[in-house]
């Protein structure tokens, strides 16, 4: 069984600075992915970024970034110079590999306010 | 494209009476996904399928029915409604490759279930 942990409810951060969403995970898989989604006010699902088990380097997307530590089995996210539209709530979520492909593995979610 | 479509987007129901959630795709993805978002909780997996006439049950399967005719739709059939199916309810598509954005699960925009 895949298990993702957000052990973060809520997150402040000033506007322009840098903030970091934790994520862990544990799966007994050896090829999988990881995702960041984020959910606004309004509600729909905004896909961020993904994180392959086997790519050797960390993924980036304009200002999100994501810090994948295999062996520590975290996959947090980065967000460079947050802007006021960044305050939503975000979900880390896993996928194995093969027939699983239209299987997510949510975290519980992380509320980021970004302050002015 | 359109995208994920579902119908309806608000829906209030009494217990006991059932109803079908809508939901299609026009991107020719083979994997479908149903799930349900519950308050404080992240998104949890319901019944999922990899093509058409192929269905699988995810982690909260009970109540809920799919069937999958066509590669575009995929609804979600609720035979009895109870209150603790109160939920917001979201469909999701994917591509079966793999690398990058062919990994990315769309989402529909909801559907916000109300059982009285």
């Known amino acids: 069984a895949q298990k993702i942990t957000q052990t973060q409810p809520g997150m402040f951060v000033q506007e322009k600075e840098a903030v970091t969403l934790d994520c862990t995970y544990d799966t007994s898989d050896q090829s999988y992915g990881l995702f960041w989604y984020k959910q606004p006010s309004s509600g729909e699902m905004i896909f961020l970024i993904y994180q392959g088990s086997y790519d050797e380097q960390n993924a980036t997307e304009g200002r999100y970034s994501l810090n994948f530590q295999k062996a520590r089995k975290s996959a947090n996210l980065v967000i460079s110079a947050s802007q006021l539209g960044d305050s939503a709530m975000y979900f880390c979520a896993m996928r194995a590999s093969g027939t699983s492909y239209g299987k997510l593995t949510f975290g519980q979610g992380t509320i980021l306010t970004v302050h002015p | 494209n359109a995208g994920v479509t579902q119908t309806p987007k608000f829906q209030v129901l009494k217990t006991g009476q059932s109803m079908t959630l809508q939901c299609a795709q026009d991107?020719?993805?083979?994997?479908m996904s149903w799930y349900r978002q519950d308050p404080g909780m992240g998104l949890r997996l319901i019944h999922y399928s990899v093509g058409a006439g192929i269905t699988d049950q995810g982690e909260v399967p009970n109540g809920y029915n799919v069937s999958r005719s066509t590669t575009e739709d995929f609804p979600l059939r609720l035979l009895s409604a109870a209150p603790s199916q109160t939920s917001v309810y979201f469909c999701?598509?994917?591509?079966?490759?793999?690398?990058?954005?062919?990994?990315?699960?769309?989402f529909g925009p909801g559907t916000r279930l109300t059982v009285l």
């Open positions: 991107m020719n993805h083979e994997y």
């Open positions: 999701a598509s994917s591509y079966s490759g793999s690398g990058g954005h062919y990994n990315e699960q769309f």
